[in-house]
């Protein structure tokens, strides 16, 4: 396996409290394969990639627990020079908001000019042609022109294009991307996501799609681990889950996709808010807001159970959920 995560524990110490962000997560994506994790926000997904990537805040932020073993070494236990190496050829990351994470007074084909030179000792020249032949590669319309020009002067599905050059430029291994089509319209969306399975599938990466949105990742993820209060609640091949979901949080998450077949009405929204990290509920964490809720889901936490070989769900009363009750 190309990246297994186990049984990761994250917290961030505050003045208010300790918030157990990731709770024991556990995953894995292979070479060629895309592993989309799913959740709403503040469900422990980005931090896990932060933990990742080595880009975590620490302080505040602390790993308590777990190993992350890419390519079989657990990073948690290299020096952060190493860390630093991995990070530039192994692993890359694709931000959600590209005019933030691209510098503003360079100009793009500097920048990424300077991934060559700096980790490939490569002279100006070539970088500067490389950078060119990359910005063809994402589809950038006119690069030899536009390699001068700055971040704004590119629309949002542009800049978005140019930070997956970025994350490409050294062919690493894993690449994640967090939520990299939330800021765009939907049509936008759908071109970068297709642009990015693309590219997936040529350089045979491993991809870890972050996202809160079940409606994207549908084409293109091969897995999905699904993440509440820091903890996966389902896990499974991408068909399965949208076929049958054996957790009823993965229910709600169905429902709520938008669907062009369902005209008027309202849209489904699960009920309630997710938990305060520093106060999760006991038992299962998601039955204050779960139709399905009995007395043992106040009281006993759910083990990931297993629903075959290649699924696992967190819930007391997965096989009902499977089969379609729903309180
Ligand atoms: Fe709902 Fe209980 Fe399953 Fe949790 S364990 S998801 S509360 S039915």
């Excluded at 990537?53 to 992350?68: A, N, S």
């Excluded at 390699?147 to 062919?171: K, T, W």
């Excluded at 939907?186 to 642009?195: C, I, K, R, S």
């Excluded at 229910?251 to 938008?258: D, E, Q, R, V, Y």
């Amino acid at each position: 396996m190309l990246l297994e995560v186990r049984d990761l524990h994250v917290e961030f110490r505050t003045r208010d409290g300790v918030a157990k962000a990731v709770n024991g997560v556990s995953y894995g994506v292979d070479a060629g394969e895309t592993l989309a994790v799913l959740g709403e926000s503040g469900s422990g997904k980005s931090v896990t990639a932060q933990a990742i990537m080595g880009i975590l805040d620490m302080p505040p932020g602390r790993i308590t627990g777990g190993e992350i073993l890419f390519q079989g070494r657990d990073l948690l236990k290299l020096k952060e020079e190493e860390r630093r190496k991995i990070r530039g050829a192994g692993m890359a990351m694709i931000f959600q908001d590209a005019l933030s994470a691209l510098n503003p007074v360079l100009t793009v084909g500097d920048q990424l000019a300077e991934m060559f030179t700096v980790h490939r000792g490569m002279s100006r020249k070539d970088a500067r042609a490389e950078a060119v032949e990359l910005m063809d590669r994402v589809r950038i319309p006119a690069a030899k022109e536009r390699v001068r020009q700055y971040p704004h002067q590119f629309s949002g599905g542009m800049r978005q294009r140019i930070m997956i050059a970025m994350a490409l430029a050294l062919e690493p291994a894993l690449v994640i991307a967090d939520e990299p089509t939330t800021a765009l319209d939907v049509t936008v969306q759908a071109q970068v996501m297709e642009l990015l399975a693309e590219l997936q599938r040529e350089y045979r990466m491993g991809l870890i799609l972050i996202t809160h949105d079940l409606g994207v990742v549908a084409d293109v993820a091969d897995r999905i681990a699904v993440m509440y209060a820091g903890r996966i609640v389902e896990s499974a091949p991408v068909h399965d889950i949208y076929k049958a979901p054996a957790h009823p949080y993965t229910s709600g998450l169905l429902a709520s996709i938008p669907r062009l077949d369902h005209k008027g009405g309202e849209l489904y929204a699960i009920k309630g808010l997710p938990p305060n990290l520093m106060h999760i509920p006991p038992g299962c964490a998601f039955h204050p807001r779960c139709p399905m809720a009995r007395d043992v889901c106040r009281t006993d936490v759910p083990p990931l159970y297993e629903v075959s070989p290649t699924r696992g769900s967190a819930c007391h009363y997965w096989r009902e959920c499977l089969d379609g009750v729903d309180g």
